[in-house]
């Protein structure tokens, strides 16, 4: 996953990308980037690691021009290495192009193929690197067809943001599986357009949220104000359910819904299929924190528990961590969350968290909470099992390694050592979005799924996905500094 | 404020030093140390900033030994330099000796004044240091006894570890000001003690907690194991109760009573003292993340109001944030805490925190949830008005920067644009404390204030203290590398 | 200018080609690389300034392999950037390839434009990146075949070694510019072959000189050991005279004549055309250390002279140095050179230099000279004036900042304020050349002309010059980290 | 060995220092530092390596002031740390001070013991700390009080500047062991005097030498200008001759003698002395460069032979070298110096060096010679066979390292390898500086002799030593940041 933020129009335009991305930081936290203008020239810098840690005063004020794209970056496809950090910037024949892409596209591959066949040089492992050459080398004159000609090329998932000396090009592919909107903001000298991944990063800048971009929408800001064109063949458009469920942060609204309110909705729907039977006198919700908080306080309201804070996560967590020769028990989560025992001990707790990947951590949090005296330990989560990998643009790991691909309901609470496991239904999810999207209109459940992307847990993908390696295994070449 | 932590008989004392000071991190960001022994040497390492920051693997490695202390700062009495960085470690006439203090000695210049004009020479600005030049000096041969001797000279607050080449010695001061807990650890080659500020440090190492150090205990930790001696004169314990309210984890026990519990306590209290009058059909109870989660959900529990996460905070924000010259509303608020818009549009927000200081973050929390639609806000306090500065150990302002220390509770109210402002009283505070340390027992209302230092709120300082600044004006000499 | 090393078939490739480079880091200092290959992958490493500084043990450890190739680069066309250090390495259809360049290509803007406009995008401003766009779009299947024909669409000076997973490929341009020479070392394992700028650098690494690289020769060394073919159409061999005069090491041998032996003639030969009149008894000759050295020596010697160190070279000057506000006089060259006033005051002093460019730090000198006492100073310098720039791999000024381009030697004389200025004759030059490369043999002056590049001394250029900027007005994108 | 550098009525005080300490660096590379006063404050910085690479334009900048005193370390006792760079500073009850030391205290570990005992605390293991303890504890009032008396107190050698918030306070040993010399420098303000290890340094800032720091003398610099005392007991003077062989800069001069023509005059002396038998025709002299040049001109000039570049001086050797795990032969000095082989093969060759020390580099170089082509190698040495440490502030190793003090010349010949090896004589020595010193003057060879310390030739101290270790076995603590 990713997060891009554009602004167009703006004197200090680097330093509200800077806290643009900020505010978009819990979408990538490998690498960041702007790449600025001022109508003549671009300017960029990107750094390994957080947005605050890679930008000095200097570094942004290298960054002129009343325009700017920015990118953090979570390490998908590629690897993790500077020159797969965004924005990716060029000179070709027809002047400088940068752009920031959150997604990944599924025919990469087989571009890249064609195109080094054809005598193109590579300079990263990023699947985002075939978009620019497919642009540098289309017949077309305006940048915006050269960039539709390129586009029209690939398939999967793209939001992404192109920026060139005159224009800002935001572009959402046809199905508009990662999110992307847009906004404004007045300042002294004018109005300034901006665009995001989540509204959230708007409201630190004290923008205005003006609408999403649609799928198979290509939006030019240039001197005149944006224009918009759909240069694709339609499709129905599949936004990404997964992001109300974890990835989206709770303050943002993506298609109009409050994303906090579409996880309380998920633990009160959990709260239903998934009750807590017995005696609830001794009974404690949980949230794994922070992600897990606003379906626990859903699910504790609609079951009429008491919500406690069981586990106090820490906030001085980084990376890196040197562990000690002898083990530790649970120390991998225990560095992150601690055990709150005085709201645990000989309790019955119900632990809500919004997914399980691999169920190794889960595992680790309900041994910590028997060692800390939690009588029985039940896990609820608050969206289906996760059976598939996803290939639009989020970091899932393979089949074999998601646990509930490869177990049962039942194997899965044995592993997790709980008393009972339940997770909410695809129905159920999908229902309690749409609910919010339009509150007061009871949804048709069939029309409710299928308004989205849900193959993470269905395998039901709408584009078709080639997971074959390049006959040319690469990278070879293993470049440092 | 600052935190300690020691282990003597663990063959990776140092390791265990680096977590156990990283779960204390919440008290004290500004510098890391470790000193270490092997029973024949000291090693030390100290840097700026967080534990995990500070220390590589290497760093880790070139302290061995199975005894060592460590240190986090808390930027107080002395400035930010690495000469100010803990433990501070020196060599005598008697051997090595290493020290961790938490607290603040208040004839510390005056002391200093009597050393220097024998010629003592001072390394540092930390009060901590004239320790050393008094046991230095002590005529006694034994360490314990130097010890004994120089910390009958100090006054104020200290809870201090030590350790020489042979022990590791725990002291705090008659009062008890600053927390101090012992642990044990179980491993492989035997059992090793453990003393820390906190007992939430022991949870992440797997060790035991096993009691506080008594006010006035002097514990020495040798081959032989703990023992105790009681070198000062006896006076009244007085444990601070601002760490119940703020400073220490939730998950942490001080005098045996729950963090997490107490907090829950005082905010059910609030809720009783300063309940919300009027309609409560729109009516929401909101944290100020994280330190206010626990009084919110005991104050919507009291009072019947849904507890809503309205206010979501960065884990993202570091000490440098990098400021565009155009002026951004709430800029400084913003970048922390972010409106969650879908629960404050509309509704009269009830915002409980857990002390005020100088009211500017409160004034800004009240606009920006104005701006994001809130139709009354209501601020409760789950402590008394801040009105005095604190002489032992905690960095607060001096009075004319405490808004309660200049303004009567309406000017605050009008300063801080809220529709009703509450605090909880002295006597709220102290019995709720009370019934969670003793539960069952109905407390009495008196003892129960006089048993903790409350001189934040009250003014009433057990030690008297002097704020003269010595006549030599002292640092004159200004070092950078 | 620029260095280049490269070895085949030795166990320690990598610390070779790092030991190879140190020896040749007075022909570059901006920027060193090396690429090593295990025969499946490149790995590479670049780093800005000197090859000790930019390469760690572990930097080392990662370029595994039995063959490896490295760069110094000296600031020439392109800027200064680690995007244009060299190794150059890429990734394209047919696998992955490093090249290492000592030249210019006089024919790179227009080459560049036209692989533009067909779609290639650059990764650098260096003159370098053409050949490999060249390489990647041949239409013939062996790298050889490939490397031939880019190299036969670029004009210019080249000594270029290029590796693969299979081979080292070292070739020289036609003109045999710039030098190249080929040894071998004899170690455990068996025989590695190395080729290198100069043979200086075999010497520090125990290697054997074999033969120069021969001007339009192209060496492959693969499994089977060398062999060469001549994929160009013939032309004159130019080797560039400057290096004698300047560039190459004094232990070094170009074309089979000690770069040492050839200075030292032309110190005496300097001494027979530009005497220095009148009395003798108070003169002493002094050189510019240490590039003036050896000229100083066959001067005093030829003259009868006392030769002196009149001037004492610090051994520590970097490139950075903070001036104060208030000026000092000469103080650029001050850092470097310190006046030595015991051998100086009082006497005629004749000061030798190698050549003057823009004549400033030489006036520094002389000045520098008569407040330490000198009665006169006369400059001799064993080379003609330099009145043309080098677009062959010397970077020169433009013609407007060389002196001798703009004035007379009178005009210089008395700029330079010194007492008489003479140069050696570019006949001289070339006979004190030709009668070092072959001993014993009187030399044909006009062959002896006509046999080396001397384009900077008479502007008679062997390839064509093309000064025109390309249209596009390269770069526009600027970029950092 | 060390170098010292103050300041005191310059604008620009501490980029002066910064200067002066670059044209010392030769007297020390481990670490650098100045310390400035604006009449009310100190400032300091310090920091490990060169002057260059450890001060930035904003470090200056924080170094305000019209008075400084710097100091570059070469690595003596105490260990390689930047707790012991100087200049070292600190407050203490009559306020700030700093010292730069160069020297050596003969009895640094009785008075650390007696400090020790009365309770001092030090922060350093450089002998230098105990002359700051001596001043602290001074019952004298005025500041060149209490330096007197604390210098009355310390043996062995130190010239030694103080800087105090309103004085620069020059010192030199009753003996004089280790060079002082004062200058002035005039400047748009007014005048200002500079003090220096050398006089090379003033020449950089353009200032002027006035005199050699009389032995003994205490020469105080205030507002007033400066002004001697002499209050030491009197002793016969001691300067150390090994500065002229090798220590002192070339276009130094000391005692009023140009180190340059010392050097020359030694070289003739040893022509003489130790004259090469056999053919001339074929013979060259070769010094290893650059501290054997000044010697092997004068044995060529004497001698009659040619004098030739044989070995070329690497300029960028630097502290640190990757070797390659395979051995190469020689290769710690090919790194350094690399064999001219155009006037080394077939040769009988003379190497002149200045002295030596463990004689493992002499072996080296005679070995590269004889590889290089050498017929014969016969190694002259410009002084007598270095038999005893010097206690006086040069580093040298211990007699068991000392080739000269454990094997005859015989023996050494052999380790060496060499045809032929002589040492100039200690009278030759002494009197080729007595002849320079003053010069038109027959030198009587007893009093040449005696007027200087020669301890390291002849063990002859002038101060009684104790190698005596301190029962206490310093340092324990081991620290690291």
């Known amino acids: 996953m990713c997060g891009v933020f554009g602004i167009f129009g703006h004197p200090e335009a680097a330093n509200m990308a800077y806290l643009g991305l900020h505010a978009l930081q819990h979408r990538g936290q490998e690498a960041a980037g702007i790449v600025s203008s001022d109508g003549e020239k671009l300017f960029a810098h990107r750094a390994m690691g957080l947005v605050q840690a890679g930008f000095t005063p200097r570094d942004l004020a290298g960054l002129p021009g009343d325009r700017a794209i920015g990118h953090v970056r979570y390490s998908t496809a590629g690897g993790s290495h500077i020159k797969n950090a965004q924005p990716f910037a060029v000179d070709y024949a027809r002047g400088s192009i940068a752009l920031a892409h959150n997604g990944n596209l599924t025919n990469y591959e087989s571009l890249r193929d064609r195109l080094e066949a054809r005598g193109s040089i590579f300079q990263s492992t990023s699947d985002t690197e075939v978009i620019v050459h497919l642009i540098a080398m289309s017949t077309h004159m305006a940048v915006e067809d050269r960039i539709a000609d390129a586009l029209n090329q690939v398939e999967g998932a793209f939001s992404v943001l192109f920026l060139t000396e005159r224009e800002l ?10 999110p992307l909107c847009l906004g404004k903001l007045t300042h002294g000298g004018g109005v300034a357009h901006v665009v995001a991944s989540e509204p959230t990063s708007f409201e630190l800048i004290g923008a205005e949220y003006v609408r999403d971009i649609a799928p198979g929408e290509v939006l030019i800001i240039g001197a005149d104000g944006p224009r918009s064109v759909f240069p694709f063949p339609e499709h129905k458009p599949k936004p990404c359910i997964f992001e109300y469920v974890y990835f989206a942060r709770p303050d943002s609204a993506l298609g109009g819904a409050s994303v906090y309110e579409v996880r309380k909705a998920l633990g009160e729907r959990l709260a239903k299929e998934e009750p807590i039977a017995g005696s609830r006198d001794d009974t404690v919700v949980i949230p794994v924190p922070d992600s897990g908080v606003p379906a626990a306080v859903g699910f504790a309201r609609a079951s009429g528990l008491p919500f406690e804070m069981g586990l106090i996560r820490s906030h001085y967590v980084g990376r890196t961590f040197i562990e000690p020769q002898q083990s530790i028990r649970h120390f991998g989560v225990r560095l992150k969350l601690s055990p709150n025992r005085a709201v645990i001990e000989g309790k019955r707790v119900v632990i809500v968290d919004d997914s399980i990947v691999r169920g190794t951590t889960s595992r680790k949090i309900v041994k910590m909470l028997r060692d800390a005296g939690a009588r029985e330990v039940h896990v609820r989560i608050s969206s289906p099992p996760t059976r ?30 709980c008393d009972s496991l339940g997770y909410l239904s695809l129905e159920g999810l999908a229902s309690s979005v749409a609910q919010i999207r339009t509150p007061g209109k009871l949804p048709v459940v069939k029309d409710a799924v299928n308004s989205h992307c849900h193959a993470c847990f269905s395998g039901d993908y709408a584009v078709p996905v080639s997971t074959r390696k390049s006959p040319s295994q690469r990278p070879r070449l293993v470049s440092a500094g």
């Open 169 to 178: 090009v935001a572009a959402r592919d046809p199905h508009g599986f990662r």
């Open 388 to 417: 598939w990998p996803c290939y639009y643009g989020i970091n899932t790991p393979t089949r074999d390694e998601l646990i509930a691909a490869t177990s049962s309901i039942e194997e899965t609470r044995d592993y997790l050592l």
